[in-house]
């Protein structure tokens, strides 16, 4: 079960296919279980910046942070864990890489739970394979390539400004 969260000051409508995201990103890491728990968070900027503080010394807004609560073999029966989104931060950011404001949700969903069942991007080679997951992820809801020639060449490693995994 997906729990969804939407903070009463980001006045935000969740993206329809959410379910979809979290599915995809756990088929393209090879994980296809019939129930997947988790829950995501939509909120302010500011909630953002005081967890990105509070839990990685890193005193900013990002786009999404991950808070997995498992390790490899994951038991679907157990949450994988938690996703906090900033909502204005990422709708600014789809602005800007001119994307409509749910697909690069989406695709941040993607990346997060990606990071939940224990991928990362902190060096070139881990990079590349989780690129690889979230282009398979996005191919296969037929959304766009994040790391295509045409995506923004500025972030080629990272999607947008991803802070790393948060071990809880």
């Not at 600014?92 to 993607?110: F, G, K, M, T």
Request: hydrophobic share 40%.
């Amino acid at each position: 079960m997906i729990d969804i969260i939407i903070d009463d000051d980001t006045s935000y409508q969740a993206p329809a296919r959410i379910d979809e995201a979290v599915r995809a990103a756990c088929a393209s890491a090879g994980l296809n279980a019939k129930q997947i728990a988790l829950c995501i968070r939509f909120a302010s900027d500011q909630s953002i910046h005081a967890l990105n503080q509070q839990w990685r010394a890193k005193d900013h807004v990002t786009d999404v942070l991950s808070f997995p609560m498992q390790e490899a073999p994951f038991n679907a029966d157990e949450s994988l864990g938690d996703i906090a989104l900033a909502v204005p931060f990422i709708n600014q950011e789809a602005v800007r890489l001119n994307l409509p404001a749910s697909d690069h949700c989406l695709h941040l969903i993607i990346h997060a739970t990606l990071h939940l069942l224990g991928f990362d991007h902190i060096d070139e080679t881990e990079a590349q394979d989780m690129q690889r997951l979230e282009q398979q992820a996005m191919h296969n809801m037929g959304l766009h390539d994040p790391y295509s020639d045409s995506a923004d060449k500025e972030n080629s490693n990272k999607p947008t400004t991803c802070e790393d995994t948060t071990h809880l």
